[in-house]
T-cell receptor
Framework: AAGVIQSPRHLIKEKRETATLKCYPIPRHDTVYWYQQGPGQDPQFLISFYEKMQSDKGSIPDRFSAQQFSDYHSELNMSSLELGDSALYFC??????????????FGPGTRLLVL | DAKTTQPTSMDCAEGRAANLPCNHSTISGNEYVYWYRQIHSQGPQYIIHGLKNNETNEMASLIITEDRKSSTLILPHATLRDTAVYYCIVRGIYNQGGKLIFGQGTELSVKP
C-alpha cells in the first residue's frame, strides 16, 4: 500500500539559511500533520491542515510556515535556521472521512542538520 | 486529551508475549486509546486503537478495562524487530483537532 512520502530524507543547512520540507500524503487522505522530534525527545506536534486549511497549531516557531496545496501535498518552510532546529521532522496523513477513529500514518521523516 | 502513564522500560524474551500497560484514568467517553511504536529514528508506526471494546489485528491485541482507565497492548510472540519505544496516546475524535500528543512511552527491549 502507498505510504506517506517525505523529501528530502536528509538535509544539511547553515545557520540563518532557509529550508523547505515536502510531504506527500497517502492518496485520498485529506489531512496532514507535521511533527518535530529533537534528539532524545518525543515527537512534538507543529501544525496540521485539513482540506488545505490550517486546522490546528502547536509550538511552531514564527520562523516556520506551512501550507497544504490543491493536490493535498504539504510543505514546511523554515527560515533563519538555528542550531536548535536540528531534528527529525515527520509528516503524517489521515482521512477524516473514515469512521471508527481517524488514524494518522507517518512518513519516514526528514533529518535536518543545521551547522 | 487525557494524559497517559507508561513504564519507562520493559524487557521481554524473544518468542514470549509482551504485555505493555498504560494508565489513562482521566479518559473521557469520546476518547480513543491509540498505540504507536517508533523503531529507532523511524517514523512512528500505527499499531492499533480502540474505544471500549478489546481489539485485535495482525500486529497486536488491545485490552481495555471495563472502566476504560487503563489498557494493555499485547504483542503475542515478540521478536527482536519489536524492540522499539511504544506510545500509548489518548485522543479525542477527529473534530477536536486530531493532533497526537506523545508522552514518554515505554522502551521495549526484546532479548534473545
Amino acid at each position: 500500500a502507498a505510504g506517506v512520502i517525505q523529501s528530502p530524507r536528509h538535509l544539511i543547512k547553515e545557520k540563518r539559511e532557509t529550508a523547505t520540507l515536502k510531504c506527500y500524503p497517502i492518496p485520498r487522505h485529506d489531512t496532514v500533520y507535521w511533527y518535530q522530534q529533537g534528539p532524545g525527545q518525543d515527537p512534538q506536534f507543529l501544525i496540521s491542515f485539513y482540506e488545505k486549511m490550517q486546522s490546528d497549531k502547536g509550538s511552531i516557531p514564527d520562523r516556520f510556515s506551512a501550507q497544504q496545496f490543491s493536490d493535498y501535498h504539504s510543505e514546511l518552510n523554515m527560515s533563519s535556521l538555528e542550531l536548535g532546529d536540528s531534528a527529525l521532522y515527520f509528516c503524517a496523513s489521515s482521512s477524516r472521512t473514515s469512521g471508527g477513529g481517524e488514524t494518522q500514518y507517518f512518513g519516514p521523516g526528514t533529518r535536518l542538520l543545521v551547522l | 486529551d487525557a494524559k497517559t502513564t507508561q513504564p519507562t522500560s520493559m524487557d521481554c524474551a524473544e518468542g514470549r508475549a509482551a504485555n505493555l500497560p498504560c494508565n489513562h484514568s482521566t479518559i473521557s467517553g469520546n476518547e480513543y486509546v491509540y498505540w504507536y511504536r517508533q523503531i529507532h529514528s523511524q517514523g512512528p508506526q500505527y499499531i492499533i486503537h480502540g474505544l471500549k471494546n478489546n481489539e485485535t489485528n495482525e500486529m497486536a491485541s488491545l485490552i481495555i478495562t471495563e472502566d476504560r482507565k487503563s489498557s494493555t497492548l499485547i504483542l503475542p510472540h515478540a521478536t527482536l524487530r519489536d524492540t522499539a519505544v511504544y506510545y500509548c496516546i489518548v485522543r479525542g475524535i477527529y473534530n477536536q483537532g486530531g493532533k497526537l500528543i506523545f508522552g514518554q512511552g515505554t522502551e521495549l527491549s526484546v532479548k534473545p
